[in-house]
């Protein structure tokens, strides 16, 4: 059975649970660092990146999710979660958990549309799905072995790094579960590439 975790420090954690359920992998709420070693792959949910890496800080999470990282486990970062795992941030000098090899800028949308819904194209996953962004960041750069999965409006909304897959907006706010069942299968290829 393929278990998934979502960081359920701050931010949209219920969603994504039902998202994964939805797919028919188990989903558990990562509360504890200890509870990491029980995960085959890790989804880090949108909300707010300051208040969640304070609370990374807090429960002192860091070491184990960069650890996680290490030992190839796929982690999805979306909205805030994108933010997380980029290894820079426009304006700041320092990334959070820096694994995803992007630059990211934060609420880069505009306040006049904090929040809008947009149809994308996101490559193997939709020709159109329906994606919320919420005071969203976007992808400004991105390296070379990065896969530039979606654009909206000529900026990188989507995107994956062998483990890594990074969003810029809520794919589990809508009944469309594609997306996650996108990461499902890179958890269970990346769970059948170890066991082998
Ligand atoms: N603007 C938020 C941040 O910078 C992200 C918004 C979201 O996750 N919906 O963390």
Redesign the pocket.
């Known amino acids: 059975m393929i278990r998934i975790g979502v960081l359920a420090l701050q ?1 949209a954690v219920r969603e994504h649970m039902r998202s994964l359920e939805a797919c028919g992998v188990e989903a558990v709420a990562i509360k504890r660092k200890e509870e990491l070693n029980e995960v085959d792959g890790l989804i880090l949910p ?5 208040a969640m890496r304070r609370l990374i800080d807090k429960y002192d999470f860091m070491d184990a999710l960069k650890d996680f990282a290490r030992v190839g486990k796929p982690m999805f970062g979306t ?2 979660g994108l ?1 997380l795992l980029a290894k820079e941030l426009e304006g700041y000098s320092e990334p959070h958990i820096g694994v995803m090899d992007i630059k990211v800028e ?2 880069s949308f505009g306040r006049q549309v904090d929040s809008f819904e947009a149809d994308l194209a996101i490559k193997d996953v939709a020709d159109s799905f329906p994606a919320v962004f ?4 976007h992808i400004v750069e991105a390296g070379e072995n990065v896969e530039i999965l979606s654009k909206h409006n000529d900026r990188i909304v989507a995107a994956r790094e062998g483990q890594f897959l990074g969003c810029s907006f ?1 794919p589990e706010l809508t009944d469309n579960h594609r997306l996650t069942a996108y990461f499902v299968d890179m958890v269970k290829e990346a769970k059948a590439k170890h066991l082998v």
């Open positions: 931010g949108g909300g707010e990146s300051t909205c805030a933010i934060r609420n919420i005071r969203a960041p809520h």
